[in-house]
Nanobody, 125 residues
């Protein structure tokens, strides 16, 4: 059974940085696309960063582009989300996700069917 475990959330002030980690277990890490989503109460989860199954392509939503950096360490079965210049509007629960099928485009949001438990990020003004 595939399991994703996130860590690294917390309470920070505007302009601070945080790094989220997500460790995958239960199957080979490659070749599955990985993504970071975030959700605020009452709204749908939004994909903010994703990495291709091979690790060569990373995409970001416009809301985080230039501030967030996603990376993938296949040797450690881990993805990271480095979040800099945090803003109050970044406050959300952040989820790590993986596609269930291999060799699926990381841009296909509906393909993400395996989820971590989420980690809360709160940015105070």
């Amino acid at each position: 059974q595939v399991e994703l475990v996130e860590s690294g959330g917390g309470l920070v002030q505007t302009g601070d940085s945080l790094r989220l980690s997500c460790i995958a277990s239960g199957r080979a890490f490659v070749p599955y696309a990985m993504g970071w989503f975030r959700q605020v109460p009452g709204k749908e989860r939004v994909l903010v960063a994703s990495v291709s199954w091979g690790g060569g392509v990373i995409d970001y939503s416009d809301s985080v582009k230039g501030r967030f950096t996603m990376s993938r360490d296949n040797a450690k079965s881990t993805v990271y989300l480095q979040m800099n210049s945090l803003k109050p509007e970044d406050t959300a629960t952040y989820y790590c996700a993986s596609t269930r099928e291999a060799y699926v485009s990381h841009k296909n949001e509906r393909a993400y069917e395996i989820w971590g438990q989420g980690t809360q990020v709160t940015v105070s003004s």
